[in-house]
């Protein structure tokens, strides 16, 4: 009953692969992550440039890495199961749009890192990380607003203080012009 008031829910969930995003909560992915770490993971979900590299995730500091494989085994299993319910999708291309080229920026902004330098952690123009960071904190605003729909006060705080580490300095000026 749970997972279904989550998915009932995941209308408020329109940033980025829905189906994903309940997996990775009632599997409880987030429960032992920090703030930091679950907003960095949920930047995998909305940063969408490409990468060349055969593993995203070579280089990534093992705090990251760790959570990142669990999405990537979870949107492993959602594929199968579309899969298996002659959904047309191809497994491989699925799960590589993943992308986990923004997490060591995102986690390093929301420990207070001024964005110049979280641009030196980043492969993307100024623009690029600006407005990855605005469509990522709208993601982790649905989910504190799912969360607490679905009664998990818990989570519900953890994504708000997400959205508070997010909504700082340039990135979230209204006019460059001021």
């Not at 980025?16 to 949920?42: H, M, R």
């Not at 669990?70 to 594929?79: F, P």
């Amino acid at each position: 009953m749970l997972t279904f008031s989550l998915l009932h829910h995941s209308s408020e969930i329109n940033t980025a692969n829905e189906l994903v995003v309940v997996e990775l909560v009632f599997a409880g992915v987030f429960n032992d992550l920090t703030v930091e770490q679950s907003v960095a993971l949920l930047s995998c979900l909305i940063f969408d440039e490409r990468s060349n590299d055969d593993d995203p995730a070579q280089g990534l500091k093992s705090h990251l890495s760790g959570p990142y494989y669990k999405l990537i085994e979870l949107a492993r299993s959602v594929a199968k199961v579309a899969i298996s319910c002659k959904i047309e999708l191809n497994e491989d291309e699925f799960v590589d749009k993943f992308n986990p080229g923004l997490m060591e920026a995102v986690f390093a902004w929301c420990k207070g890192v001024k964005f110049v330098e979280v641009q030196k952690l980043t492969g993307t123009f100024e623009g690029s990380t600006i407005r990855s960071l605005r469509r990522l904190e709208e993601l982790v605003r649905q989910l504190a607003s799912a969360s607490k729909s679905i009664g998990n006060l818990e989570l519900q705080a953890k994504f708000e203080k997400g959205s508070e580490l997010l909504k700082r300095d340039i990135v979230f000026c209204s006019s460059l012009y001021l």
